[in-house]
């Protein structure tokens, strides 16, 4: 694992913007598949977790593992120096972000403690319908026919996985 976690930053460092490239395929798409195994990882553990273990204090010790796992990853990476260097507006935003990221995980272990993992996280992905309708609204993203099909196909999908 330690191997992969070197190797993973070793490629991500040399060559940071043909990896970003929003362009081509490559390993963004891995990366963000790597991130729905991950994600899925954290509903599983958290509805094991939840049986016993408020919901809201679960999400608050997953927020401190989170800190402390992300500072031991910039740190990794050699990334800390990056933060000193944040504007106002970027700390607004990313502010921001934590802030609707922990109400969510707040709202998520909280649905998690009640129904099925399952259940649960098939609502939870809904969120990509407020993020293409947001991305569309707040950032000027194109909205295509094939993108509000895709929508309307998860938004199928999970009244097909609820119910």
């Known amino acids: 694992m330690l191997s992969s976690i070197v190797e993973l930053k070793l490629i991500y460092c040399s060559d940071e913007k043909s990896f970003m490239n929003p362009d081509g395929v490559g390993a963004w798409l891995v990366l963000a598949f790597l991130s729905a195994f991950f994600a899925a990882l954290v509903t599983i553990f958290g509805k094991i977790g939840l049986k016993t273990v408020d919901s809201t204090v679960a999400a608050g010790v997953r927020a401190l593992i989170m800190a402390a796992t992300m500072i031991g990853v910039i740190i990794l990476l ?12 970027d700390m607004l935003f990313i502010i921001l972000s934590g802030v609707s990221g922990a109400l969510s995980w707040v709202f998520y272990f909280a649905a998690l403690k009640l129904a099925d993992a399952s259940k649960v996280a098939t609502v939870d992905r809904t969120s990509i319908l407020f993020i293409i309708v947001l991305s569309y609204l707040v950032l000027g993203e194109e909205l295509t026919l094939k993108t509000v099909a895709a929508g309307i196909l998860v938004f199928i999908g999970a009244l097909i996985l609820m119910f």
């Open 78 to 89: 050699g990334r800390a120096s990056q933060i000193a260097e944040l504007t106002q507006k």
